[in-house]
């Protein structure tokens, strides 16, 4: 309890190990606290294609790996535990770690997010019998089966390509006929024989029997009509929101509970900084989140230097 840290870093999704990475150059001797399921998003992802310097794609798992491996060559600790809260009332901050309490003077946030279920009826039973947010996981269950992807951007288009490996059919539901998606991404979807997309749908709610999914209501959003259709695996790919329960309000978060930058990457807390998809609005890309851990190691190193 008595040592005092430079910094600590919470989550080690590619901002996370990238702030580790600088500061760890930056002789700051930086502790991450990694999470259980360290790697953050990119350990659910099938295969990287627009990360620069990976001319043939790279598995998203491998890539955290390396990026871990990267960082800890230079000195960042890793620790693959989860963070139960935080005390920012006064330096040296405090981080409550399974009950014992790490001292920091700077902390880098860069938890991330997590997926938004649709919470419709009967959706909570069938979860993990069914109905998951994670095709990467969960897709091998469903082979010569028939599944479908609920979402309109990216997630969805990705998760719905990559369960053609394994299932007899894909049906994409989205609730509106434009889709967020990039078009390399859409149109790879609408071109692939095995997925049929709905458009103007969306679930009214779950169908199931006594072992497990059987499908599900769908309704035309522009006129309440409905449709059932027959599925034994759902994915759910309707974004994302950012993991900031651990905070518990110490720090200004935006409508939707993403952190706010106040000066560079630093929040309304002196000497606490965020990074990557807990922060970001607009591009959640595995790069941007990179860029922003470069930038908040590199705003710790001179807000420290500023403290002495
Ligand atoms: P997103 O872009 O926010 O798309 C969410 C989709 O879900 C939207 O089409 C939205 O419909 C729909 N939706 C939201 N709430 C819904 C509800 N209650 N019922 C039905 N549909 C609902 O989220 P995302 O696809 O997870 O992507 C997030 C970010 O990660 C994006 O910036 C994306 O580019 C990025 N990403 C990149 C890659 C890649 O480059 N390899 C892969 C995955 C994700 P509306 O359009 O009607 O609002």
């Known amino acids: 309890m008595s040592k005092v840290h430079n910094v600590i870093i919470i989550g ?12 760890a150059r930056a002789m700051l001797e930086p502790l991450m606290f990694a999470g259980y399921m360290s790697g953050g998003q990119l350990m659910l992802t099938s295969d990287v294609e627009n990360f620069p310097g990976y001319p043939k794609g790279i598995g998203g798992p491998e890539m955290m790996i390396e990026l871990r491996e990267q960082a800890e060559r230079f000195g960042l600790e890793v620790r693959d535990q989860n963070v139960e809260s935080v005390d920012l009332s ?3 901050y405090k981080v409550v770690v399974e009950g014992e309490t790490f001292l920091t003077q700077a902390i880098i946030v860069s938890t991330g997010a997590e997926s938004i279920w649709l919470n419709a009826p009967g959706e909570e039973a069938q979860k ?3 109905i998951s947010t994670c095709a990467t996981c969960d897709g091998a269950f469903f082979k010569n089966e028939e599944v479908m992807v609920i979402g309109g951007g990216d997630s969805a288009c990705e998760e719905a390509t990559f369960l053609t490996r394994f299932a007899s059919k894909v049906t994409l539901v989205h609730r509106r006929d434009t889709f967020r998606a990039s078009t390399i991404m859409y149109e790879r ?12 749908r969306q679930v009214k709610e779950w169908l199931s029997d006594e072992k497990g999914l059987t499908g599900a209501v769908l309704e035309d959003p522009r006129d309440g009509t409905t449709e059932n259709i027959n599925v034994t695996g759902a994915f759910i790919a309707i974004g994302h929101k950012p993991i900031t329960g651990f905070l518990e309000g110490q720090v200004e978060v935006d409508e939707e ?12 807390v002196e000497g606490v900084f965020a990074a990557g ?3 970001d609005t607009r591009y959640k890309q595995a790069i941007t989140a990179a860029g922003m851990g470069c930038q908040a190691a590199m705003d710790v190193e001179k807000w420290l230097e500023d403290q002495h």
């Not at 979807?189 to 103007?200: M, Q, S, V």
């Not at 509970?257 to 309304?268: A, D, F, P, V």
């Open 189 to 200: 979807a609408l071109k692939h024989e095995k997925i049929e997309i709905k458009t103007f």
């Open 128 to 130: 993990g019998r069914g």
């Open 90 to 92: 006064e330096q040296p």
């Open 12 to 23: 080690s999704g590619p901002a996370g190990y990238t702030a580790g990475l600088y500061a």
């Open 257 to 268: 509970g993403y952190i706010l930058h106040k000066r560079h990457t630093m929040t309304s």
């Open 277 to 279: 998809d807990v922060v």
